[in-house]
């Protein structure tokens, strides 16, 4: 990826590097402020970093408290916003970009939320009924969350029962390690040894289902010959 | 979807302890995080971090699929449960019939029914016979041919033989499954003859199934035969 508009020599001192390819130096704060000074120059390659940085994180973050609905549009809305704000000298703080990120995502989704409880007291009272958000998941998605229960149950009804109800107070009841380990009698060490077999075992049979799918036209297909 | 906590005040000593949020996440942080125990300066420099970590938020990902995946099964586990312990041990054949023979008018209603099957056993046992399991053969077809292959019948044992002609000659895993990729049942079998006899023991419904066998050591897939049953 190219820092800088081709032709542009560029500013004099110390050069950036791709913070999307090293997360771990964004703490470097003259990075974040290079970075906020070039999108408001109208560097478009630094457009293109920022999303590269914060594409990602943002679209998880809205993912988890919106849902997976019109997300794609949510991330843009959002990311427009960052970007008007960033330009229009709304950061006060460029080493403090992160935060700032993190604060104009909470605020869309309070916004997004707002929006869609408004929506909803204004359709509330319609005969004819408006649109209503498809929360289910596609069929795709249906079909891999059913298939990873199916090896869930099968991992789950293959180990013991004490293994089984130490697992199930994590993940079912969200009780805390240390009440689980106390009560169950156990050390954190083992409590984290039976959670990382789980979830290697978890991996394990997800990926031998994965490549043990029906390859269509890859092999020769094979049909039911004479009958004895 | 989980709700928008509301910011916690930061108190001063956070700041002294406040982690950073260039640090990549710890088992126990990705824990509290996905459970919503984290509160403060934490939560703060955790969602910083999940913001431009592309790792930790795949550990992030990978954990709360794991998670929901283990709720909703554990969930039927204990339904499962719970009905068992709801419906209690289930007497066997012979109490029952004890219970029944019991009953007012049970042991001559009992007496006659079984006269009744013994005569009915007479007549019709020279006309009753064990269905022998129904042999398939699978084999290597092309184009027109292979779609007029006979199918196997619904319902009846199945014995398949296997087209392994070309394959290696060691000790091969098999596998039937739906059309939807449901795993029926798992065997080995070594070829004899450019053969590979696979006893099922059971009979299928109606519909189409898929015959894989696989190479051991790598589960590459080596050949895989559409079984048709009608």
């Known amino acids: ?228 | 979807m989980s709700e928008l906590s509301p910011e916690d005040e930061r108190r001063p000593e956070d700041l002294l302890t406040r982690r950073s949020n260039a640090a990549c996440l710890s088992e126990t942080e990705l824990e509290d995080f996905l459970h919503n125990r984290l509160s403060g300066a934490t939560r703060e420099c955790v969602e910083e971090h999940l913001l431009v970590c592309p790792a930790c938020l795949e550990r992030v990902e990978e954990e709360e699929q794991f998670a929901a995946s283990f709720r909703t099964a554990a969930r039927r586990i204990e339904d499962e449960s719970l009905k068992a312990a709801f419906d209690g041990p289930r007497p066997g054949a012979w109490a029952r019939l004890g219970a029944w023979l019991k009953r007012p008018f049970g042991l001559g209603v009992g007496l006659a029914f079984v006269g009744a099957a013994a005569l009915l056993t007479l007549a019709v046992a020279p006309s009753l016979h064990t269905q022998p399991a129904m042999e398939i053969t699978l084999r290597a077809e092309r184009g027109l041919a292979a779609a007029a292959g006979p199918s196997a019948e619904a319902g009846r044992p199945l014995r398949l033989n296997l087209d392994a002609a070309g394959l290696p000659g060691q000790t091969l895993e098999l596998e039937l499954a739906t059309m939807n990729n449901s795993v029926l049942l798992e065997s080995q079998g070594l070829a004899t003859g450019n053969i590979i006899g696979w006893e099922l023991g059971r009979g299928l419904d109606a519909g189409t199934y898929w015959v894989r066998i696989y190479h051991p050591p790598e589960n590459t897939l080596l050949r895989e035969f559409a079984l048709n049953v009608k």
């Open chain 1, 1 to 228: 990826m190219e820092d800088l508009i081709p032709g542009d020599p560029g500013p004099p001192g110390r050069r950036p590097h791709d913070l999307s390819a090293n997360p771990s130096a964004a703490e470097d704060n003259l990075q974040w402020g290079h970075l906020v000074e070039r999108i408001r120059s109208g560097d478009q390659s630094s457009v293109e970093e920022l999303y590269g940085i914060f594409g990602r994180g943002i679209r998880y973050y809205l993912c988890r408290h919106l849902g997976a609905q019109e997300l794609d549009d949510k991330v843009h809305d959002t990311f427009v916003v960052v970007l008007q704000a960033i330009r229009n000298g709304s950061l006060r703080e460029p080493d403090r970009l992160m935060g700032f990120v993190r604060t104009v995502v909470r605020r869309q989704v309070a916004s997004f939320i707002e929006e869609a409880v408004q929506v909803r007291k204004d359709q509330a009272g319609m005969e004819i009924g408006g649109s209503i958000p498809d929360a289910a998941l596609s069929p795709e998605r249906r079909v891999i969350n059913d298939e990873r229960s199916r090896i869930m149950y099968e991992i789950l009804k293959g180990i013991s029962k004490r293994d089984r109800e130490i697992l199930t107070r994590f993940y079912l009841y969200e009780q805390s390690v240390e009440q689980i380990c106390a009560e169950m009698r156990l050390s954190e060490t083992q409590f984290r040894l039976l959670k990382s077999r789980a979830k290697a075992r978890f991996g394990e049979l997800g990926r031998k289902r994965v490549s043990r799918g029906p390859r269509i036209g890859n092999f020769l297909r094979k049909a039911t010959g004479a009958g004895h």
